[in-house]
């Protein structure tokens, strides 16, 4: 099976850097992906990672290590706007699991002036 | 159409009635899943179709909740015999494949109460 952990809650102040952390455990992995949620809305889709590494897009940077089980997003230049719920999903990699997305509960993050 | 459109947008039904929701995705998206979300707890994953089949159903809480796609297009998840338990946010998503760096596209979803 898959099992995915993520904090809870987070509170960060505008301006500032935030590093949400997820870790996984998977049968099989074929990617990890970040959605962004705000509250009553669809999540939106941020960021991909199959390849250990960084991948940066704006203010947005997500971090993967396979071998360790492990991702995170780094949000920088905290605005009001980010305050949402941050989603870490991970598509597997056996048959009837290669398709969907199981994700986490997600990281409340609220940031305060 | 540009996105994924859920109806409807709300539905209040009484236990032990049926329920529809459709969910008609993007153009030319041949991966279609089913997502549950109740008050505070993440996303439940249901049921993933790969044009009009369906793979993996293994999400399906109970033989009370079927799904059905046709044209490899709109979904329509119909719940029988509605308990209050079902109450939560049912959410489509598409996606152009079911691999690689392809995520989803979430519709707004049904925000479906049993009273």
């Known amino acids: 099976g898959q099992n995915i952990d993520q904090p809870t809650e987070m509170t960060a102040t505008e301006g500032a850097i935030v590093q949400i952390n997820c870790t996984y455990q998977?049968?099989?992995?074929?990617?990890l992906f970040w959605y962004q949620q705000h509250a009553g809305e669809a999540p939106t889709f941020l960021s991909y990672?199959?390849?250990?590494g960084l991948e940066e897009k704006g203010r947005f940077s997500s971090f993967l290590s396979r071998s360790k089980g492990y991702s995170y997003l780094l949000l920088k230049e905290l605005q009001m706007k980010d305050s949402a719920s941050y989603l870490c999903?991970?598509?597997?990699?056996?048959?009837?699991?290669?398709?969907?997305?199981?994700f986490g509960t997600g990281t409340r993050l609220q940031v305060t002036l | 159409g540009a996105g994924v459109s859920q109806s409807p947008s709300n539905k209040v039904t009484e236990k032990g009635k049926d329920v529809e929701l459709r969910c008609d995705p993007i153009?030319?998206?041949?991966?279609l899943y089913w997502y549950r979300q109740s008050l505070g707890q993440g996303l439940e994953f249901l049921i993933y179709?790969?044009?009009?089949?369906?793979?993996?159903k293994s999400g399906l809480p109970s033989d009370r909740f079927s799904a059905e796609r046709t044209g490899g297009s709109v979904s329509t998840l119909t719940i029988q015999r509605t308990q209050q338990e079902d109450s939560a946010v049912y959410l489509c998503?598409?996606?152009?494949?079911?691999?690689?760096?392809?995520?989803?596209?979430f519709g707004s979803g049904t925000r479906l109460t049993v009273v």
């Open positions: 998503a598409s996606s152009r494949r079911d691999r690689g760096p392809y995520g989803y596209t």
């Open positions: 998977t049968s099989g992995f074929n990617g």
């Open positions: 990672n199959v390849l250990d």
């Open positions: 999903a991970v598509r597997g990699l056996n048959t009837g699991t290669a398709s969907k997305l199981t």
């Open positions: 153009s030319g998206h041949t991966a």
């Open positions: 179709f790969q044009g009009n089949s369906a793979p993996d």
